[in-house]
């Protein structure tokens, strides 16, 4: 599991321009089963994507194809996890299938 914490390098007007083409890319990957959730943060100055994937390569191409990365919108940390603790067992099967 990680989570990539997304910081915007750019103002909001340049960061909205490519808004809809980014949750578009993340639309595309929550069909493929690869995305848990996202969403921006508060106050607004990047967002967080769970993605669930077997190792780091899979997270850098996968941020290699975003919007926000290839029009240097946004910087990525990455941070690899493994869930240990769940509030319900229905998560812990999303989370580990």
């Given at each position: 599991m990680?989570?990539?914490?997304v910081k915007y390098k750019k103002s909001l007007s340049e960061v909205d321009k490519y808004l809809q083409a980014h949750r578009d890319y993340l639309s595309a990957n929550y069909?493929?089963?690869?995305?848990?959730a996202s969403g921006p943060q508060n106050p607004?100055?990047?967002?967080?994507?769970?993605?669930?994937a077997i190792n780091k390569e899979f997270v850098d191409?996968?941020?290699s194809?975003?919007?926000?990365?290839?029009?240097?919108?946004?910087e990525?940390?990455?941070v690899e996890?493994?869930?240990?603790?769940?509030?319900?067992?229905?998560?812990?099967?999303?989370?580990?299938t």
């Amino acid at each position: 599991m990680f989570i990539a914490i997304v910081k915007y390098k750019k103002s909001l007007s340049e960061v909205d321009k490519y808004l809809q083409a980014h949750r578009d890319y993340l639309s595309a990957n929550y069909e493929k089963g690869y995305l848990i959730a996202s969403g921006p943060q508060n106050p607004r100055a990047g967002g967080v994507i769970m993605i669930k994937a077997i190792n780091k390569e899979f997270v850098d191409k996968f941020i290699s194809q975003d919007p926000f990365f290839i029009n240097d919108i946004a910087e990525y940390q990455i941070v690899e996890f493994t869930p240990t603790m769940f509030f319900s067992d229905e998560l812990k099967d999303i989370l580990n299938t």
